[in-house]
């Protein structure tokens, strides 16, 4: 199937770049999830606007099984939809070889 001299599918891009524009947009609730974690001060207990660490880690335990849960749904090949991996820019599906970006 892995054909790299045929011009890409403009289909298949623009599905692609949906998906990564999606994807992007998980950053901010993982950063946040991210300062949550470590504004929590181990001396007074208290986080983010004086909040405790319980349900400061609660949030940010949900944010990133949230974060996780729509990458596994959302990060997939619009083609064969394996998942794409860690990285945030392939060029080609490992599985199928379809070419996803330009
Ligand atoms: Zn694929």
Same mark, same amino acid.
């Given at each position: 199937?892995? #054909?790299?001299?045929?011009?890409? #599918? !403009? !289909?298949?891009?623009? !599905?692609?770049?949906?998906?990564?524009?999606?994807?992007?947009?998980?950053?901010?609730?993982?950063?946040?999830?991210? =300062?949550?974690?470590?504004?929590? #001060? !181990?001396?007074?207990?208290?986080?983010?606007?004086?909040?405790?660490?319980?349900?400061?880690? =609660?949030?940010?335990?949900?944010? =990133?099984?949230?974060?996780?849960?729509?990458?596994?749904?959302?990060?997939? @090949?619009?083609? @064969?939809?394996?998942?794409?991996?860690?990285?945030?820019?392939?060029?080609?599906?490992?599985? @199928?070889?379809?070419?996803?970006?330009?």
């Amino acid at each position: 199937m892995i #054909d790299q001299g045929s011009p890409p #599918d !403009e !289909e298949i891009l623009a !599905e692609f770049k949906r998906r990564q524009k999606k994807q992007w947009m998980t950053l901010p609730f993982a950063m946040l999830a991210m =300062i949550l974690l470590v504004s929590v #001060d !181990e001396q007074s207990g208290l986080g983010l606007g004086g909040l405790p660490a319980m349900p400061l880690s =609660i949030a940010a335990i949900v944010l =990133i099984l949230g974060v996780m849960a729509f990458s596994l749904k959302n990060w997939r @090949c619009p083609t @064969c939809n394996a998942y794409l991996g860690r990285g945030m820019a392939p060029r080609y599906c490992r599985k @199928c070889g379809v070419q996803l970006k330009r």
